[in-house]
């Protein structure tokens, strides 16, 4: 089992309940398939709005202190031993239960971080990417599948990690 870490950047955003409803949504048949054990939704400040549907949906809502990063934050209250970090309004694609199930079931003590595909990111983060896929990942981000107690030890990946492939896209609601 994984837990679902989404991060809201924007709290203030007034589409930010609706991108929220269509991340949990989407996560819905991971949870009736055995694979999404709980959800965390992390931001800047406390947001009653983002409060409230974390209690409807049984979801934890957690502030990241001043000065952490997100992830960070998120995997302190996630309960499972691998993470799926998301951002707010992020979807997966069609199958992506079984090919996450499959990652964690055939994911050797060594294999840290695994990286689903974002098609809607933009040029900058595409070409970030591409050159971490060749001198490794120092951070996590949005679409990074993370073992829990590497994220909650530090923020940081060092020595830097190469992902191993998530063959799964993430859509934007």
């Known amino acids: ?7 809201v950047a924007r709290p203030n955003d007034p589409d930010v309940v609706d991108h929220l409803a269509d991340s949990l949504g989407a996560l819905v048949e991971g949870v009736a398939a055995g694979l999404v054990g709980d959800a965390v939704i992390i931001a800047a400040s406390h947001h009653a709005a983002l409060d409230a549907v974390a209690e409807a949906t049984g979801a934890t809502f957690v502030t ?4 952490t990063r997100p992830w960070s934050a998120g995997a302190k209250a996630a309960r499972r031993e691998w993470v799926l970090c998301l951002d707010v309004g992020d979807v997966p694609g069609e199958g992506w239960i ?20 974002r098609p809607h990111a933009g040029l900058p983060s595409r070409l970030v990417a591409r050159g971490e896929s060749v001198i ?7 679409g990074d599948l993370v073992r829990r107690d590497r994220l909650v030890a530090s923020a940081d990946f060092s020595p830097r990690l190469r ?3 998530v063959n799964v ?3 934007r609601a």
Request: charged content about 30%; cysteine-free; hydrophobic content about 35%.
């Open 1 to 7: 089992m994984i837990s679902a870490l989404i991060y």
């Open 163 to 165: 992902p191993r492939r």
């Open 169 to 171: 896209r993430l859509d």
């Open 136 to 142: 490794g990942v120092r951070s996590p981000r949005a």
């Open 98 to 117: 079984r090919a996450i199930d499959r990652f964690i079931g055939t994911a050797g003590p060594e294999t840290i971080l695994g990286r689903l595909r």
């Open 64 to 67: 990241r202190p001043n000065g």
